[in-house]
């Protein structure tokens, strides 16, 4: 009588199930981190275009305004605060984003992003 050598059926299966699973989540995770790198982008962008042209509170919101409008990240802006500080600028946005992922099941992030703009 031969050996049996290789995985079983029910093995192959579980590995295939799990696989697809990570699959899954991956692809319902994407999105959202892909929105939260084109903020932060913004507020990256902001830095050295306040010390280059020296705006005020109203036109750094304007301009967030925009560039979330560009980039297609509208959902995110209700989360922005432009507060003024003294002689500086500060914006930020703190969030979390929920996704479903199975029945009651949720995928929750959570961020943040904080910058001092000096006016």
Do not use: C
Not at 15 to 28: F, Y
Not at 30 to 47: K, N, R, T
Not at 84 to 109: C, D, H, K, W
């Amino acid at each position: 009588m031969k050996r049996q050598q290789g995985a079983a059926l029910i093995v192959t299966l579980l590995i295939i199930v799990l696989v697809v699973m990570a699959l899954v989540t991956l692809l319902k995770l994407i999105p959202i981190y892909q929105d939260d790198w084109a903020a932060g982008a913004v507020f990256e962008s902001l830095v050295d275009e306040v010390e280059a042209e020296k705006l005020t509170k109203k036109e750094v919101q304007r301009r967030i305004t925009r560039r979330f409008d560009i980039n297609n990240i509208n959902e995110l802006f209700p989360h922005v605060k432009v507060d003024g500080q003294g002689s500086a600028i500060r914006v930020g946005m703190n969030y979390e984003r929920r996704v479903p992922l199975a029945a009651n099941i949720e995928l929750v992030a959570t961020f943040s992003h904080n910058v001092i703009l000096s006016e």
